[in-house]
């Protein structure tokens, strides 16, 4: 889909350096081994805390942008990298692997790790291509990775699976992703990475809605200052341009 959306924008499809096809290959690599390990976050908990725990990555991308940027970190970042951190700390039940919310959080952390640096990488080696030939590159990579793991219970499964399946890697992965690559053209990773923590608001509130998940109140408070951070980045992002 994403490389027919390129040629149809009269895009080439061609990567302009051997290399480039090497640098495609690793962050590809990285986005499949983020997204199983954030799906299997959401099924060893729930929907609401795999989300929040994954969006601790706005504080790993904060605290390792600098070694990539070769800028400084100002207290601003830290700030906002702590108070997402106390967020997730309150999520947590108890710190036993035994306990599966304890178990799915720190899967989440590691996809969150993952992912911050898959968008580092991406902003500093791959952000010349454009989003949809970046993603189409990408997801062919994840394919591939991924095609090894198939199992028979997939190949029986009902054609309504396959329906959500193909909408689920397409219009709410592959696509959002796309947008994602060309935002990085223009933001930092940092920045996108706070402004993005308003996605764990959007996923609660579905949660609640279609699966009819209840979290307790620590989710929400964690989860609320894991959004006041990224109200808080967009509102000093914006300043930042208006000087």
């Not at 729930?46 to 504080?59: C, D, E, K, R, Y």
């Not at 702590?82 to 590691?110: A, H, K, Q, R």
């Amino acid at each position: 889909m994403l490389f027919s959306l390129v040629k149809m924008t009269g895009g080439k499809l061609s990567l302009a350096r051997k290399k480039d096809y090497f640098i495609g290959i690793g962050l590809g690599i990285l986005m499949a081994a983020h997204w199983v390990s954030y799906f299997a976050a959401m099924q060893y908990s729930s929907v609401s805390v795999g989300m929040i725990a994954l969006f601790t990555f706005p504080v790993i991308t904060v605290l390792i942008e600098p070694f990539f940027e070769g800028i400084r970190l100002v207290w601003q970042d830290i700030l906002s990298a702590l108070v997402v951190l106390i967020g997730i700390f309150l999520i947590v039940p108890e710190v036993s692997l035994e306990n599966d919310v304890t178990l799915g959080i720190l899967v989440g952390i590691m996809s969150a790790v993952l992912y911050a640096f898959r968008n580092l990488c991406h902003r500093k080696y791959f952000s010349h291509y454009s989003g949809s030939l970046a993603m189409a590159y990408q997801t062919l990579v994840i394919f591939f990775c991924l095609s090894f793991f198939i199992t028979p219970e997939l190949l029986n499964a009902s054609g309504q699976t396959y329906i959500y399946l193909a909408l689920l890697g397409t219009f709410f992965t592959a696509v959002p992703h796309a947008l994602i690559a060309t935002s990085l053209q223009h933001l930092r990773a940092k920045t996108f990475s706070l402004v993005a923590c308003m996605q764990p608001l959007y996923g609660v509130i579905l949660a609640i809605l279609v699966l009819d998940e209840q979290p307790n109140w620590q989710t929400y408070v964690g989860g609320l200052l894991v959004i006041s951070a990224a109200l808080y980045e967009t509102v000093n992002t914006q300043k930042l341009h208006k000087k």
